[in-house]
């Protein structure tokens, strides 16, 4: 059992829905997202989604396109991530931490070796947008074979034929994409995302955890009451670029997973 299975088996117990942060390593520098990556777990994060920049991010909107531009520009690398993962584990043995990002960082550094210091360092699960379910002999099963959990993402466009195979190796929680874009691009529905919730938990007992177009605390509270929790990402990086103190930052998060948590 991974520290993610462990979570919502926790959660399940609790009746408590999760909530999932996303944040970028190293945006806009190692120290300053260092600090932010040690305060979530404090601030009611269940879950942490930690972004591997990429110069080709072609899943993610402005928001997060100009962190991971910062963070590069900042010298952040794949190693410099692993790094901070495993100064967050001195601290925090317990939270889950998902690396979400493409699979151009892992290749070049490869497979086996990215899976052995992903381990070695505490991350629990991966999240990887571009990696189809069709090449999932790649990373996803060998990352399963290591203790990684593979999390893949549903859509809108995920229809009935299609679903059976993203599930099939998919393990730790399924993410579905609340809207059809990129991230930061439109306000989720709870009222469009509850049939497709349920249409996904009909095919599965993984957690479904809904992500995109989250940014208050109410709508927080509205997609995790028709889910198993939520993801806020691009909100989160906004406060984080307006560059003022992390504890304000961490405010805005602990005010998200309140609302997550009210549901």
Known sequence: MTRIDAKFADLRTRGKKAFVAYMMAGDPDV????????????AGVDVIELGVPFTDPMADGPTIQLA???ALEAGMTLTKTLAMVREFRESDAQTPIVLMGYYNPIYNRGVAKFLTDAKAAGVDGLIIVDLPPEEDAELCIPAQQAGLNFIRLAT??????????????????????SI??????????????????????????????????IKTPDTAEHIA????????G????????????????????????????RA
């Open 234 to 261: 691009s909100a989160i990086v906004a406060e984080a670029a307006k560059g003022g103190p992390v504890t304000e930052v961490l405010d805005f998060v602990r005010r998200l997973a309140e609302g997550a948590h």
């Open 68 to 70: 991971g531009q910062r």
């Open 180 to 213: 059809t874009g990129i991230t930061g691009s439109a306000e989720a529905s709870a009222v469009d995302v509850a049939p497709e919730v349920a249409r996904i938990k009909a095919a599965t007992d993984l957690p479904v955890i809904v992500g995109f177009g």
């Open 225 to 232: 009451a028709v889910a198993d929790g939520c993801v806020v």
């Open 31 to 42: 120290a300053r997202s260092m600090e932010i990556l040690r305060g979530l777990p404090a």
């Open 156 to 177: 809108p466009t995920t229809d009935n034929k299609r679903l059976p195979k993203v599930l099939q190796n998919t393990s730790g929680f399924v993410y579905y994409v």
